[in-house]
């Protein structure tokens, strides 16, 4: 299945919370807060920060073996990706939620499970509070992440509102989202995305037709159609920042070694 998008930005993979084998839980699924706010992060990154919610209940401090708030995963997550992404809380109406998801912009919703009929939940016990990962709204149908859900080879699945609503509702409308990133503007017809800022010593100009490798003598990356300016860079900065460095100009991409044609520069 090829990998959907929506508005230009990556819908995550599905992420089974049931192999996460949570230590102390006794074979218990307990991490679907850190599974949905795992795929949150994706999509706020476009797919450059991929967390498992293995991952994320790893880091929490101190160790939980049983269901944990968005207060903890949203530590363990600003931990693991060194502060790039912030997971903020609250309590919305539904007007609100269904708003921000008419926008596309995700979020992930505390609820009661049971509130989900049988036909669209992923297993028959539903007593407990879960949580959800959702994309976007689709009149009028909403695109959820069920972290019960086995099929790592899908991206969320559609769930009608008169479903799925009655969930979002249960808890009191309790909800944690990370602002999205802005997705980087095409470069030469190629988007220029997964790009990171770094610390270097002064913003400069790529000209027309600057080729860029991943590493010296490597693959290519990308060939620049158009100058690149002070102003593109001013308004790409949460993307990458190109540097005047000791060798020359060079692109700091994700802390892997990138350079321009003719140089040979390491970042």
């Not at 790039?84 to 505390?110: K, P």
């Not at 509070?129 to 009028?140: D, G, K, L, T």
């Not at 100058?227 to 949460?238: E, P, Q, R, V, Y």
């Amino acid at each position: 299945m090829t990998q959907p998008t929506l508005n230009g930005r990556l819908l995550p993979p599905n992420d089974w919370e049931g192999d996460d084998f949570t230590p102390g839980a006794f074979g218990a699924y307990v991490t679907c807060q850190d599974t949905a706010a795992g795929r949150m992060t994706y999509y706020a990154t476009n797919g450059d920060v991929d967390l498992d919610g293995q991952f994320i209940r790893a880091a929490i401090r101190p160790r939980d073996s049983d269901g944990v708030s968005l207060g903890q995963v949203s530590v363990a997550i600003q931990t693991l990706t060194g502060g790039r992404c912030v997971l903020q809380w609250s309590t919305w109406t539904l007007e609100d939620i269904r708003s921000w998801l008419d926008a596309g912009l995700g979020i992930t919703v505390n609820g009661y499970y049971g509130a989900i009929p049988r036909s669209y939940r992923e297993q028959v016990r539903a007593d407990f509070n879960h949580a959800v990962f959702i994309s976007n709204r689709e009149r009028p149908h909403y695109r959820v992440w069920d972290p019960l859900n086995k099929d790592l080879s899908g991206y969320g699945k559609m769930i009608p509102d008169y479903a799925i609503e009655p969930f979002i509702r249960s808890l009191s409308g309790l909800v944690g989202w990370v602002t999205l990133e802005p997705l980087a503007p095409p470069a030469g017809g190629n988007p220029m995305v997964n790009l990171v800022p770094m610390t270097c010593h002064r913003v400069v100009d790529l000209t027309k037709g600057t080729v860029l490798y991943k590493t010296p003598g490597g693959e290519k990356y990308t060939t620049l159609q158009d100058d690149i300016t002070l102003g593109f860079l001013a308004a790409t900065s949460t993307h990458y920042l190109i540097a005047d460095g000791d060798a020359g100009v060079y692109v700091a991409r994700a802390g892997v070694a990138v350079r321009t044609q003719d140089m040979n520069v390491g970042v």
